[in-house]
């Protein structure tokens, strides 16, 4: 490897580690979320549907 690759090896490799480092927290809250509303379900808390769906008047 002459050194013009490996400095360009060396770029690369720090400008990718600083992007991903930058938007991890983002992209792990972002994941943590979607888990959180769309695939972990709560054990004891179920959502109730009243029946006459909120209607005051009969």
Known sequence: MN????ILTVLFSGFSGIIIGYFL????NA???FYNR???K???LVKYNFEDNGNIEK
């Open 3 to 6: 050194i013009e690759d490996f």
């Open 38 to 40: 769309y695939i972990r």
């Open 25 to 28: 927290r983002d992209i792990a």
């Open 42 to 44: 709560p054990k004891h």
């Open 31 to 33: 994941l943590r979320n």
